[in-house]
């Protein structure tokens, strides 16, 4: 689904854009700080994650078409050429890529926004500066170490909240990392905190079974990634220091990292979060290379935590204001959650024409319409399960979208020379002169040559080049 060229690093929940400064550091002073972070992780990247090689990479920091790079073992340099084979102009603020470089596995950042994102004088340990430099890491794991693990080429990623929307299972999921946080912050009392976690992992497990068997690889990927970014993180902040040393650095940095970020909820900051903070539990009272063996065949960190735990029933004081605090963050549940509901019951009506074009999910972006939360959503189609976008921006021939509700499905047979295919249920006004539809809608206008055919009792027009 995702252009693996492409990787945006602001999603909801998983990073918040620093400040912008009036005495902004120059590209050239970020590229420096950028790169001196990446070489310094570089050395140890292998004893983060077995098999995560960075030592051999070229690291590059591109920003309005210049480019800083630094070999392994070499000095910085400039070399605005790499840009000329790669791509990444997605309109985001910041992009990752990973291009070869005379012949060398590289890892990119790019950034696109106007505006540098830190103040002259930041330093390599300032936490803004970590928590933003990080996810390259992030991204660079996913790219080079998970590629390589069979669980993941064998089974299939969904990415994006699961329909239908359920609040019940975003406050459990909360709480799971609430307790998993207690747990670390207070080993006295860990047992217990352990024992909530546990309650609070069945009770999602009950309440979303769908969720879980949908989520489980994203939850393998996103949450074993975020540990790799916040250890890395806190071993850059306690060089020469002794492990007891380097364990008060780390609690206070996933402490003051999840001040920052602000923790509250959400599918996103879920997968990433809650695997990461049971992998830094696992890694006090196991050995790091066997759990990591385990997780790389397809077992959840937080599975090898809380799975030999007995649930226990947490108190009930404070949970009914969380509760309401989630609810307001996740306002944008019900009419999403409509609009989903509406969608999937146009694409099974057989009086509804339906439009099938090929897939327009690389190179779309999404706007919010009203109330719906714009971005792609896990839906169930026929008996498989697929992609459902709310609010895409894209363009087809000369027929535009903007806002409209879309099914995105990976084989349809129905019109030839499309496979993967993109479907838009037409239940608003539309005309037809000749071979052509026309449409005149807010979230839809222009013009598209179709063929026209009935199957099965339902019109389908199949987009024509």
Known sequence: MKNIMVAVLWLVGAVTAPTAFADKASPAQLARLYLDYMALNSRYSESLWPGFRLEDKVHLFSYAGNVWLRQPGGDIIQDNSVLESVNLHSGLSVNFGFPAYQGQPGVLIQLEDAAMPFATGTELTDLPFLVWAGSSL?????????????????????????????????????????????????????????????????????????????????????????????????????????????????????????????????????????????????????????????????????????????PVVPPAAGQQALKQQLQQRLAYYPATQQKLAELLKNVQDPKVPLLVMPSMSDGSSFVDVGEVRSGFYVVPYLEDITYAYLGMSSQFSNLNVRGS??????????????EAATLLPLAFPFQREGQYLVFNESEIHGTIRVSASVVEGRTLYCAMN
């Open 138 to 310: 992030h991204e660079a794991f996913h790219f080079y170490a998970q590629s390589e693990w069979r669980v993941l080429e064998e089974g299939v990623r969904y990415e994006g909240e699961v329909f239908p929307l359920n609040l019940e299972a975003r406050f459990y999921r909360l709480q799971l990392f609430n307790a998993l946080m207690a747990a670390l912050n207070q080993p006295e009392q860990q047992a217990l905190h352990l024992g909530h976690g546990a309650y609070w992992l069945q009770l999602w497990r009950h309440s979303a079974p769908n969720e879980e068997r949908v989520g489980y690889l994203n939850d393998l990927v996103e949450g074993t990634a975020k540990y790799v970014e916040l250890v890395a993180g806190a071993r850059l902040l306690s060089q020469n220091q002794s492990y007891l040393g380097y364990q008060k650095i780390l609690l206070q940095y996933v402490n003051s990292y999840y001040q920052q970020q602000q923790m509250q909820g959400g599918w996103t900051a879920e997968a990433e979060n809650i695997g990461a903070v049971a992998g830094i539990i696992l890694d006090i009272y196991q050995d790091p290379t066997m759990w990591k063996e385990s997780v790389m065949t397809g077992m959840l960190p937080v599975e090898l935590l809380l799975s030999r735990v007995k």
């Open 405 to 418: 509700a879309l099914l995105d499905v990976p084989m349809q047979n129905y019109c030839e020379g499309i």
